[in-house]
C-alpha cells in the first residue's frame, strides 16, 4: 500500500524529476488512485501538485487529474485567494476550454482580499 498520495501517483502516473519506484502492490489502477484522490485532505493533495507539477507546466499527471485536484482543494479551502489564483493558472495553461472558470477565480480571489 502507497503511504501518501503523492507516490501514489508518481507511481500510477510517473515522475518527471525523480524515478518512479517499484510499485508492486498491485493497485496501480487510475480508478483506486482517484478514489483516493477524492478523499484526501487538502494538505496531501497539494503536496502531490507541489511534488509532481512544481511548475505548474510540467509533470506527467494527467490535466483532468490536476483539475479534479485543486477542484477538490478548494471544496475543502473555498477562502484562500492565493490557491485560487494557484488554480486559475493551472486552468489557463491547458486551452480555453477553463478560461471562464479560471477567470471566476480570479475574480473571487480579489473580492476576497478586498473584503478581508
Known amino acids: 500500500m502507497h503511504t501518501t498520495l503523492t ?15 517499484p510499485c508492486d502492490d498491485g493497485e496501480h489502477i487510475e480508478r483506486y ?16 501538485l507541489r511534488e509532481l ?6 509533470g506527467y499527471l494527467p490535466v ?3 483539475n479534479l485536484a ?3 482543494v478548494l471544496l475543502q479551502r ?8 494557484e488554480a486559475a493558472d493551472s486552468l489557463y495553461l491547458h486551452g ?16 476576497l482580499e478586498s473584503a478581508g
Open 7 to 21: 507516490e501514489y501517483a508518481r507511481c500510477v502516473y510517473g515522475d518527471e524529476y525523480r524515478p518512479t519506484p
Open 78 to 85: 473555498p477562502d484562500e485567494p492565493d490557491l485560487m489564483r
Open 53 to 58: 507539477s512544481p511548475y505548474l507546466v510540467d
Open 70 to 72: 485543486y477542484r477538490l
Open 33 to 48: 488512485f482517484v478514489e483516493r484522490l477524492t478523499f484526501a485532505g487538502a494538505d496531501e493533495v497539494l503536496a502531490m
Open 64 to 66: 483532468w487529474i490536476r
Open 96 to 111: 480555453p476550454d477553463w478560461d471562464d472558470i479560471a477567470a471566476g477565480l480570479r475574480r473571487r480571489a480579489d473580492a
